[in-house]
């Protein structure tokens, strides 16, 4: 990891494995992972194999959020199904994806296509098998 170049004073800095985070629940009012759930678990960063960890990891963002906090994250997602890109990614489908956000409100699902640029909905992007595309979204914690 490469030194900090600069701290806010009222900023703290936490490494921890996002499947077990050393903090109460409902601690933070937002959690943000860009296009990193997808890894995880797989051996390809040195970490355990773990081929629940996206879910562990998902389940404790969602114990660690206040009440109408927000879960921002982006990840892949294809329209012909799940796969694994073993040791490299997983490739989400859209049911897998709400799964992992049950009892969170979807506030905006944004789906970006590599051919055809912003879609609609996942079934738009005709991602073939074998290929992904990119899923991006905000969902809440009621309350």
Sequence with gaps: MRPRQFK?????????DSKSLPVPDASFHAV???????????GRYGEELDFDA????????????????HIIFSTTVNSAGPAVAFNAHRVYSLEQIHAMCAGLVAVEEVFYS??????GAVGALESPPGKWDLY????????
């Design 54 to 69: 996206d879910k562990k990891a998902f389940a404790e963002w969602r114990r660690v959020l206040r009440p109408g906090g």
């Design 136 to 143: 991006a979204a905000v969902w809440r914690r009621p309350g």
């Design 114 to 119: 590599h051919t055809k640029g912003p879609c």
């Design 8 to 16: 806010y004073a009222n900023e703290e800095l936490l490494l921890a």
């Design 32 to 42: 943000l992972s860009l296009n990193a759930i997808e890894h995880f678990g797989l």
